[in-house]
């Protein structure tokens, strides 16, 4: 998502999560037939975009099962305000020249 809108190449994704490529793949295949992540071909790469509205599909799910309509009995509102999502943050790149 925060690679919206131009997305990132399966190579970039597995380095920055520290995952193996050929594992990368068949995750990025199962999230796309899901209906989460959208691939495009770009050279000889492929640029993997969220599913904006595949997630939002998902989320409203979650939120009606889950929580029976009510999100507050789910306190995503306190998760929204206080940024505890669960989501790690990016780490910040050390390799980069000033």
Do not use: W
Request: charged share 20%.
């Amino acid at each position: 998502m925060r690679a919206e809108p131009h997305g990132l190449p399966a190579g970039s994704i597995a380095e920055t999560i520290g995952s193996l490529h050929n594992s990368l793949s068949s995750h990025l295949a199962i999230l796309a037939r899901s209906g989460l992540v959208r691939g495009a071909r770009d050279g000889r790469s492929i640029i993997y975009r969220a599913d904006v509205e595949g997630i939002r599909s998902l989320v409203a799910f979650l939120v009606t099962d889950c929580c029976g309509g009510h999100p507050e009995l789910c306190h995503l509102q306190d998760a929204l305000r206080s940024g505890t999502s669960g989501c790690p943050q990016p780490a910040k790149d050390r390799n980069r020249k000033k």
